[in-house]
């Protein structure tokens, strides 16, 4: 949006500075380092890419990967379990994320420029994961947590800005025409009614509301939508135009690029090809230069069946352990309870638009396993203090 921001390097700046105040913070013996399972897991399963490095194809490219994509997530994530400590700070993150999905896509869809759209479906102006086919999976994870503080007591304003980002996020996927994207946000929308919005008349108006909006979106949706979207049930022959024929030669890239990430993953079933090393793989035997489109293949074939299984475990573990504190808190919180409902929706949704795009490195996925982990440590607070107030 503003590339002569990036000479500052705000994103380094600000992530040093945090990673800083919390080390500060620690020398002042002030928090303590807070400890769970799924932290444990990740620290593993980072060993387990370091280890990898010797054996993988391009070792360079690996190392790479490992510094630029993954130790970033690994810092953020790490700096959220620590510091998520109270529902106000989660409310406080999610309502980040939620505005800022609300500029972005908002922003994407007046931008009169046509340097963000590829032929007739829109990019975005984000050039991370807020655009192009990331866009779904990212509405996909946040629409159970906008479901969630909508339901909480809200101020009319606040209500509004749910409402537009939602909106706006919808507009914007139907857009980007991309069909993982729509598949994953009705799979979202489908659980969190089962887990959020069916509890209560409120919800279920939330609810109707939701999919009303849905409906008149996907109704005004553009030509170029219906058209990717109808190639995932119609003949390959029956590819009538450009379009269609363009949808369909995706379509058929990514089946391949599946199929390939299994055989990769059968010949290097330890270490795999190494970090990022899927699309070098790919270009070099094949001369096509892509990416698994699938996250849970990309690790396998990336960082071997082992890290696979570390990986795997992380979601399992976190919903597992939600639903302990949920059974134990019931009724005590209505807060925490929609919360942890909101998170185990948005764990499974990105479980299933996972299958869609390669995340593995990204940070989708380890926002709302942090989230998970902070409202483990908020369940265990409130069993050791019953008169904690847990909105502080």
């Known amino acids: 949006m503003l590339p002569s921001l990036g000479l500052l390097h705000l994103t380094f700046v600000f992530g040093l500075c945090a990673g800083l105040t919390y080390l500060l913070a620690l020398a002042l013996a002030g928090p303590r380092l807070l400890r769970s399972r799924e932290l444990g897991i990740v620290v593993v399963l980072t060993i387990w890419y370091i280890a990898g490095i010797p054996f993988a194809l391009w070792r360079g490219g690996s190392l790479y990967t490992l510094l630029h994509v993954w130790l970033k997530t690994l810092f953020v994530f790490f700096l959220l379990t620590q510091t998520l400590v109270t529902l106000h700070r989660v409310r406080r993150l999610l309502w980040a994320i939620i505005l800022s999905e609300l500029v972005i896509t908002s922003i994407s869809i007046v931008q009169p420029s046509k340097v963000i759209w590829v032929g007739e479906r829109m990019l975005g102006v984000n050039q991370g994961i807020l655009g192009w086919n990331f866009l779904g999976i990212a509405a996909a994870v946040t629409i159970p947590f906008i479901a969630a503080i909508f339901l909480a007591r809200q101020s ?3 209500k509004s800005l749910l409402i537009a980002a939602f909106g706006c996020m919808m507009w ?6 991309s069909r993982g994207g729509i598949l994953s946000v009705l799979f979202s929308v489908t659980l969190t009614w089962l887990l959020i919005l069916r509890r209560s008349s409120y919800g279920r108006i939330l609810g109707t509301g939701i999919v009303l909006g849905l409906i008149l979106v996907i109704s005004l949706a553009p030509a170029v939508f219906w058209q990717r ?16 024929a ?39 035997e094949l001369g096509r230069w892509m990416g698994t489109h699938n996250t849970f293949t990309q690790v396998s074939s990336e960082a071997g069946l082992p890290a696979l299984l570390l990986f795997i475990s992380l979601p399992i573990t976190a919903l597992l352990r939600l639903k302990r504190i949920k059974h134990a808190f019931s009724g005590e919180s209505a807060e925490l309870f929609l919360m942890i409902n909101a998170t185990m929706a948005s764990l499974l949704a990105f479980a299933f638009g996972a299958c869609f795009a390669h995340l593995a490195y990204e940070y989708y996925f ?4 942090a ?10 607070r409130i069993s050791a203090s019953p008169l904690t107030h847990t909105g502080n």
């Open 156 to 158: 009319l304003l606040q």
């Open 172 to 177: 914007m996927l139907m857009l980007t025409a």
């Open 229 to 244: 979207l109808s190639t995932v049930w119609d003949d390959p022959e029956m590819s009538a135009n450009r379009v269609e």
């Open 246 to 284: 363009s949808a369909e030669e995706s379509k058929q890239d990514h089946l391949f690029a599946l199929t390939q990430s299994v055989q990769y993953t059968l010949d290097n079933p330890i270490f795999g090809l190494g970090l990022g090393n899927f699309d070098v793989a790919s270009g070099m």
């Open 366 to 369: 380890f926002y709302p396993l």
């Open 371 to 380: 989230i998970a982990v902070a409202l483990q440590h908020i369940g265990k």
